[in-house]
Nanobody
Framework: QVQLVESGGGLVQAGGSLTLSCAASGRTLTGYVMAWFRQAAGKEREFVATISWSGDSTRYAGPVKGRVTISRDNAKNTVYLQMNSLKPEDTAVYYC?????????????????WGQGTQVTVSS
């Protein structure tokens, strides 16, 4: 089993930037596809970004494409989500997720491991 812990959330102004981190403990993330999902109040958890083990493959959800970048540092066992030009509609709890598989995926049900979430609030 691997434990995932998100950090870096907080309150930012619209147009600002924020970088979230997801640190793994217990196990390394060797071979794991990683992803970020988010869940706004009253809405379902939705896909944000995913990245392959090597970092060669990434995919982004339409609403955040061009404004966010997912990356990973496997030596540090950490995944990042850089967010720029933040909008109030980006306000949500952001979750880190992982699965030991080959292909990146946007489906919630494909991920076996989840962090506890970190709150991101973007003020207008």
């Amino acid at each position: 089993q691997v434990q995932l812990v998100e950090s870096g959330g907080g309150l930012v102004q619209a147009g600002g930037s924020l970088t979230l981190s997801c640190a793994a403990s217990g196990r390394t993330l060797t071979g794991y596809v990683m992803a970020w999902f988010r869940q706004a109040a009253g809405k379902e958890r939705e896909f944000v970004a995913t990245i392959s083990w090597s970092g060669d493959s990434t995919r982004y959800a339409g609403p955040v494409k061009g404004r966010v970048t997912i990356s990973r540092d496997n030596a540090k066992n950490t995944v990042y989500l850089q967010m720029n030009s933040l909008k109030p509609e980006d306000t949500a709890v952001y979750y880190c997720a992982g699965d030991r598989r080959l292909a990146i995926t946007t489906r919630r049900e494909d991920y076996d491991y989840w962090g506890q979430g970190t709150q991101v609030t973007v003020s207008s």
